[in-house]
């Protein structure tokens, strides 16, 4: 493989947001609430982690070191999720985004040739969120911007990415070309998965899922056909039970709101490689297509892969469909940082 290989699903820590934030009732409720969300002895397993990943997630050389040890030439960095305090209210949120998409592209500007970035944008506040892209992508040079997969109504309940106020959202997306990362973070079944780490392992995959099915069954992806969609975590549940929802829209008028079975729609998206076994990364191909998959680690996190490369090796791919999961999807979508040259990629792959 010559082409330079790219992980889309990595993490950077920005302490300037979280001081922003950190004074306002806001973050002390959602702190409480995550905590309910994780139970007692995952958030102390999870404070252990940030103090040991600390370096990995802010210090560019320790990064730089990680990706050349798993033969990463380069790296799509996104804040870590817990930094999207998506219950600020509209000044502080368009102040959050801009420290975000400000911080994401100093983090990336220590490395050019190596990091590419993608910014924030408060979906709870729908035309703060055009702005944010806007500044993200034209103001940062951001390749554009990582989402949950629902917000904070401010008017109360849960705005969804089906929601209509969000329709101008989508569309400058499209206009714009922006990549958009969608990374969930809390899963709203709450404390029924306080134990055992659910609130990750399993609530994840669900948020995919359900955020994903708004999408398709909303007509989101009818109306913005050119939408660049990356789900992380390989899409989570949906890709797996496709099957079920396509029956849904065949046998239901009220699941029909979308043009085509949804399954159709997977080819429509792109998934990371993180599926944790050969099999489901196997499965993830042929139900969405090699060319619809983008190398993925979750950098530097406990619940990701230190060695993406191998993942994706074991699976027992074609050598195009591996070329093209680790590096020629990614350079389609014009993810890769600017003019990477040959001296500029990590040791272990000029060898």
Known sequence: ???????????????????????????????????????????????????????????????????????????????????????????????????????????????????????????????????????????????????????????????????????????????????????????????RLDRWYLANSVGQPVEHAVALSHLIFGGVLDRYPGLRLIAAHGGGYLSAFAARADHAWHNRRDARECLEPPSAYLRRMWFDSLVHSPVALRRLVDTAGADRILLGSDFPFDMGTADPLAALRAADLTAADVTAIASGNAAGLHLMPVDMPVDQMCPLRKE
Not at 24 to 30: K, L, M, T, V, W
Not at 50 to 70: E, F, K, N, P, Q
Not at 130 to 153: P, W, Y
Request: with cysteine.
């Open 1 to 191: 493989m010559t082409a330079p290989t790219l992980d889309v699903h990595a993490h950077v820590w920005l302490d300037e947001v979280e001081e922003l934030a950190r004074a306002h009732r806001g973050y002390r409720e959602a702190a409480e609430l995550e905590k309910r969300r994780l139970g007692a002895r995952s958030t102390a397993v999870n404070a252990e982690q940030s103090a040991h990943l600390r370096g990995l997630l802010t210090d560019v050389t320790a990064r730089l070191t990680a990706m050349d040890a798993a033969g990463i030439d380069a790296q799509v960095v996104s804040v870590v999720p817990t930094q999207y305090h998506g219950w600020a209210d509209r000044k502080l949120a368009a102040k959050i985004a801009e420290a975000t998409n400000a911080g994401v592209a100093a983090h990336c500007a220590l490395a050019p040739h190596r990091l590419a970035g993608l910014g924030v944008v408060p979906l709870q506040h729908p035309d703060l969120a055009v702005t944010a892209l806007h500044n993200a992508m034209l103001g940062h040079g951001l390749k554009g911007v990582e989402i949950s997969s629902h917000a904070v109504d401010p008017a109360g309940g849960t705005l969804e990415l089906s929601d209509a106020r969000l329709d101008t959202f989508w569309e400058n997306a499209c206009d714009l070309g922006a990549a958009v990362l969608l990374h969930p973070w809390g899963c709203t079944l709450d404390e």
